[in-house]
């Protein structure tokens, strides 16, 4: 069946399985029945990037300090931020590496749908909402002699188009959930916090909060960008034991409302 919809899902801070997605895809799937079969499906994982480096340190460590859960989840879920923003300006580092995975899943999405310019559903979580950011506002900011990230050497692609849809002219529509991109921009005054620019008329943006989620926040406030661009609704997510504390932040992949949220974008796009 042809294709009518790319939808990508990219992941939070922390150590992620490799299937953190099949939530949210097995139930979107069951939403659409037949009509999956016009979705082009893709994860971004990429953790693989930082994890690594993060378990050698702890590992270097274990034996020198107490409480070694509690400093795994600290390395493991700001380490990432941390070392993203870090290495922003480092040819080949961890920021560069990740954006690669992102422009390569891109790529291959635009091959296996037969080279077409389809519109894109991203559902972006926790981290992924500052990488997927930053990705797009590297890849469509002026070209003053400033590049970061993958754009700072642009690899080869087999066409213009090929690199327009890489650069996500076609997003349709952003869900962010959990989104902690306040938490890299608010130490900036308020006319200071520039979203990223719309990249098609038809362009929607909508973040998902829960308000017991400490790593999750509105954007609107942010700025008067943010609030021209961006709708935040709050939600309720997790159960009896995450649900009215810090554990909502992981719960927003198995949830039924953003499931219908998301299924009924992607059949939005397909029209």
């Known amino acids: 069946m042809t294709k009518k919809v790319i939808f990508i899902t990219i992941h939070g801070m922390g150590e992620v399985d490799d299937n953190y997605y099949l939530d949210m895809k097995t139930g979107v799937k069951a939403r659409l029945k037949t009509k999956w079969d016009n979705v082009e499906f893709r994860a971004i994982q990429y953790q693989r990037v930082l994890q690594p480096n993060e378990d050698q340190y702890l590992g270097a460590v274990q034996n020198l300090v107490s409480g070694h859960w509690l400093r795994k989840l600290m390395i493991n879920g700001f380490a990432d931020a941390g070392s993203l923003e870090y290495s922003r300006s480092t040819p080949g580092g961890p920021y560069q590496q990740v954006q690669k995975i992102i422009f390569d899943e891109l790529g291959s999405a635009y091959g296996a749908v037969g080279k077409s310019a389809l519109p ?25 002699g400033k590049k970061h990230g993958v754009w700072f050497d642009v690899p080869e692609t087999g066409s213009a188009g090929d690199l327009e849809f890489r650069k996500l002219k076609t997003l349709r529509t952003l869900v962010t959930t959990g989104c902690n991109i306040p938490v890299f921009t608010t130490g900036l005054a308020y006319k200071e916090r520039y979203p990223i620019k719309r990249p098609n008329d038809k362009f929607v943006w909508e973040n ?64």
Request: aromatic share 12%; with cysteine.
């Open 120 to 144: 894109v559903v991203f559902l972006a979580h926790s981290l992924g909402c500052e990488v997927l950011s930053n990705y797009i506002w590297d890849g469509n900011k002026p070209d003053d």
């Open 208 to 271: 998902y909060y829960d308000k017991d989620d400490v790593l999750g926040y509105p954007l609107q406030q942010l700025s008067e960008g943010y609030k021209s661009l961006v709708k935040d609704v709050p939600v309720s997510v997790g159960n009896l034991f995450s649900g009215w504390n810090p554990m909502s932040h992981t719960t927003y992949w198995e949830n039924s409302h953003i499931q219908d949220i998301v299924a009924n974008h992607l059949l939005d796009a397909m029209k």
